[in-house]
């Protein structure tokens, strides 16, 4: 049941989950305001925003594996007090530098707060309640990334750039009060500390989530993107061999023995690369293209998140009666589909039409994505035994990452390919391309699942016992 201390459970963890995915975005539109103030290159700019996402995916793992040996509150408050630390010390910044160090800091704080949420959340709750709290929980998620624009430019409209950093103090603070009153310590199996494990990940992760955000801008033949890819999956490699010599490994690659898992995990990486592309270039769209400030493309991609917020807490309570594999079909189908809508709209269009003809398609896109973000998360979960959690949280939260740097980067390439873009209309033709590769990458997700997750029983439906089968089972 939703008893009080369950529901104060998920208000302080979906608020502090909504807080660290809303700062993945929110800085885009203030990014004018403090190139100006800071003195801030161009490099510096792509900096603000990828300090915090370097910093953010590649400690996903390490603080999830943590969180499981020494306890999740502790981790997870932890996280908030760094969180909190790097929003403050953002606002304070008076240089390029200092920006840059204090989002990395963010990005720490997020990186520990993010997949424990879930691992608290799951640990709180009974199986037969499982799936209506992740869809909470996947809700909010979903919510904090898609309005970081329109959250941005809200706060843009009267207020200095650094309130976009001082609003999180007050709440942190706040979520840190509260955790440490409601919320239960849990843990799963103690690890033996693993430096060089720990190095090997994260020096790895970062290698290629490097190479994939400088490619389009340094060029994808540069010695620094190449040899960051190479560096990264050498390591990455390295890193699998290490860990099957220990007695206890950092992270349990038996956990992948588990089709559903496996496929559950395969798909959150395309469905990442296949949306957040398009919601990167279709942002542009509507400012470049089609000419409305950040604030109004923030207030027209609501039609997108709107239907977010909606569909995933929905998509909890559909799980129990359709099952986790079919309500994700679903979404996956939803957003492929809509990706394609917008190709064909824009490339039958141009660029000169009114907004009213993308709401179809961005309604339905956002059904998807709500969907979608609560089967994927209760899939992993289940389909993963119960001292795993948080392995398999972190390891699906990370993989989800680099799928979404990973369909930025392939977009990017695709669309800035060919002619010069000299006008609006250049802007219409080479982003239909990139949407189509969108839609495809969706569709690939979409046939994981439909054609190697098997029926109901491997779904990551909320059996009592799923948490607990062995990872080998498929």
């Not at 750039?161 to 843990?187: C, D, H, T």
């Not at 998360?377 to 035994?385: E, M, N, Q, T």
């Not at 109901?456 to 062995?470: D, V």
């Amino acid at each position: 049941m939703f008893t009080a201390s369950r529901i104060r459970l998920l208000v302080v963890t979906c608020i502090v989950l909504f807080m660290a995915m809303l700062d993945n975005l929110v800085i885009g539109v203030a990014l004018p305001s403090i190139q100006s103030d800071l003195n801030a290159s161009l490099s510096d700019l792509e900096w603000f925003m990828n300090a915090y996402t370097l910093a953010f995916a590649v400690l996903l793992i390490p603080f999830s594996v943590l969180g499981e040996s020494i306890g999740r509150k502790k981790v997870f408050l932890a996280g908030v007090v760094v969180f909190t630390l790097g929003s403050l010390l953002c606002g304070l910044s008076d240089s390029s530098l200092a920006l840059i160090l204090s989002r990395a800091l963010q990005g720490v704080g997020g990186a520990a707060v993010v997949p424990l949420s879930l691992t608290l959340v799951n640990s709180a709750f009974p199986p037969e309640k499982r799936a209506a709290a992740i869809g909470l929980w996947s809700g909010i998620s979903g919510l904090g990334l898609s309005v970081g624009p329109l959250v941005g430019g809200l706060i843009m409209e009267g207020a200095p750039w650094q309130m976009i950093f001082y609003v999180n103090v007050p709440i942190g603070v706040l979520a840190l009060l509260f955790g440490l009153k409601w919320l239960g310590e849990s843990r799963g199996v103690r690890k033996p500390l693993d430096p060089v494990g720990v190095l090997l990940l994260t020096s790895g992760l970062f290698g290629l989530i490097f190479g994939l955000e400088r490619g389009n801008s340094e060029g994808w033949g540069t010695p620094i993107v190449v040899g960051s890819l190479a560096l990264g999956l050498l390591l990455l490699v390295l890193f699998y061999f290490w860990e099957r010599t220990r007695r206890v490994p950092l992270v349990r690659f038996d956990l992948f023995r588990s089709r559903a898992y496996f496929f559950y995990t395969f798909a959150g990486f395309w469905m990442n690369a296949g949306v957040f592309g398009a919601i990167f270039l279709l942002t542009l769209f509507l400012q470049q293209a089609q000419g409305f400030t950040p604030l109004q493309a923030g207030v027209r991609e609501m039609a997108w998140t709107t239907m977010t917020m909606i569909a995933a807490p929905l998509a909890g309570l559909a799980i129990s009666r359709l099952g986790n594999r079919n309500v994700l079909m679903a979404g996956l189908l939803f957003q492929t589909a809509a990706l394609a809508w917008f190709a064909l709209l824009i490339r039958a269009r141009g660029f000169d039409f009114p907004f009213i003809e993308m709401l179809g398609p961005m309604m339905l896109a956002g059904t998807g994505m709500g969907l979608s973000f609560t089967p994927l998360s209760h899939g992993l979960i289940s389909s993963a035994p119960e001292e795993a959690l948080g392995e398999a949280s972190g390891v699906g939260n990370a993989t989800r990452e680099l799928g979404g740097v990973f369909g930025i980067a392939i977009g990017g390439l695709i669309f800035q390919s060919g002619s010069a873009i000299r006008s609006p209309q250049d802007f219409a033709d080479h982003i239909v391309p990139s949407l189509g590769a969108g839609s495809l990458m969706m569709a690939i997700a979409l046939l994981g699942i439909a054609l190697f997750v098997r029926g109901r029983s491997a779904s990551g439906k909320s059996a009592p016992n799923a948490a607990k089968q062995s990872p080998s089972a498929v």
